[in-house]
């Protein structure tokens, strides 16, 4: 948790807009979650949830690899396996363009953890899914479309 | 409270997997009920894994993320007997830690 907190500050901008979004009230007291990147899963657009990461215009890599499917049946449950094959990997960032809040999640890799993913998300329509990297502080992408039969998201 | 996590870790040839499956509404916040009034957002924020009291996984995840969570992961060490705690943290204060034995 700590480890989160430092990233955080690390991050420049993130601890100081939640502050002031708290104190503006803009934020419910229990989503008044110190370490929680509000700024990234509050974006709206796929530039801002880049910039609540600092990571700008992160180049594509092909070293980092998304797994999903193709066509995901049911948009409530689609697996989403990210690797990252750059050295010294320290962050991955798993982002669905076409959701109301693009950011889905956001792993921190600790020196030691290998850069390899998996989880299951929520879609709300056919989307490209963006896999974002941090690797000895440079930022690098992959995305690969999903298409949704189903939603998950409302229905 | 919220029902246990189940988590299987498994070590093999000098690498730890580890599976987690949370018990989770992870409500987005968008969705409505049947009268129509939305069902207030209800999600795991916050996700740390320790191995031993070392953090080998910290994740902060979104409404986005599916109900009753899955994750998988990979870090290196870890022996047989070895500690493993997984602990998250939700939007609403809750919190739960599970702790299993490496395999």
Same mark, same amino acid.
């Given at each position: 948790?700590?480890?989160? =907190? =430092?990233?955080?500050?690390?991050?420049?901008?993130?601890?100081?807009?939640?502050?002031?979004?708290?104190?503006?009230?803009?934020?419910?007291?229990?989503?008044?979650?110190?370490?929680?990147?509000?700024?990234?899963?509050?974006?709206?657009?796929?530039?801002?949830?880049?910039?609540?990461?600092?990571?700008?215009? %992160?180049?594509?890599?092909?070293? !980092? !690899?998304?797994?999903?499917?193709?066509?995901?049946?049911?948009?409530?449950? &689609?697996?989403?396996?990210?690797?990252?094959?750059? %050295?010294?990997?320290?962050?991955?960032?798993?982002?669905?363009?076409?959701? %109301?809040?693009?950011?889905?999640?956001?792993?921190?890799? %600790?020196?030691?953890?290998?850069?390899? &993913?998996?989880? =299951?998300?929520?879609?709300?329509?056919?989307?490209?899914?963006?896999?974002?990297?941090?690797?000895?502080?440079?930022?690098?992408?992959?995305?690969?479309?999903?298409? !949704?039969?189903?939603?998950?998201?409302?229905? | @409270?919220?029902?246990? @996590?189940?988590?299987?870790?498994?070590? /093999?040839?000098?690498?730890?997997?580890?599976?987690?499956? @949370?018990?989770?509404? @992870?409500?987005?916040?968008?969705? /409505?009920?049947?009268?129509?009034?939305?069902?207030?957002?209800?999600?795991?924020?916050?996700?740390?894994?320790?191995? *031993?009291? /070392?953090?080998?996984?910290?994740?902060?995840?979104? $409404?986005?993320?599916?109900? *009753? $969570?899955?994750?998988?992961?990979?870090? /290196?060490?870890?022996?047989?007997?070895?500690?493993?705690?997984? *602990?998250?943290?939700? *939007?609403?204060?809750?919190?739960?830690?599970?702790?299993?034995?490496?395999?």
């Amino acid at each position: 948790m700590n480890h989160q =907190r =430092r990233d955080t500050l690390k991050a420049g901008s993130g601890l100081g807009m939640l502050g002031l979004l708290a104190a503006a009230g803009l934020i419910k007291p229990e989503m008044a979650n110190a370490a929680w990147n509000q700024t990234a899963f509050d974006a709206k657009n796929m530039d801002a949830a880049f910039a609540a990461f600092n990571a700008g215009k %992160p180049a594509e890599s092909a070293d !980092v !690899v998304i797994t999903t499917p193709d066509i995901a049946e049911n948009g409530a449950v &689609v697996p989403v396996g990210v690797v990252s094959n750059l %050295p010294k990997t320290e962050q991955i960032v798993i982002m669905i363009e076409k959701n %109301p809040n693009m950011v889905a999640a956001s792993f921190t890799l %600790p020196e030691g953890t290998v850069a390899d &993913v998996q989880t =299951r998300v929520k879609m709300g329509q056919t989307s490209d899914v963006y896999a974002v990297v941090k690797a000895d502080g440079k930022f690098y992408m992959a995305k690969k479309e999903v298409k !949704v039969t189903l939603g998950g998201c409302g229905g | @409270m919220a029902s246990p @996590m189940r988590i299987r870790a498994a070590a /093999k040839d000098g690498v730890t997997e580890v599976r987690v499956l @949370m018990s989770h509404v @992870m409500e987005t916040g968008q969705r /409505k009920d049947s009268s129509g009034a939305l069902i207030p957002a209800h999600f795991i924020t916050e996700l740390t894994a320790k191995h *031993n009291d /070392k953090v080998v996984l910290s994740a902060e995840f979104g $409404p986005s993320v599916s109900t *009753n $969570p899955y994750l998988a992961f990979k870090f /290196k060490g870890g022996a047989k007997g070895d500690k493993l705690a997984v *602990n998250w943290v939700d *939007n609403k204060g809750d919190s739960r830690t599970d702790e299993v034995q490496i395999a």
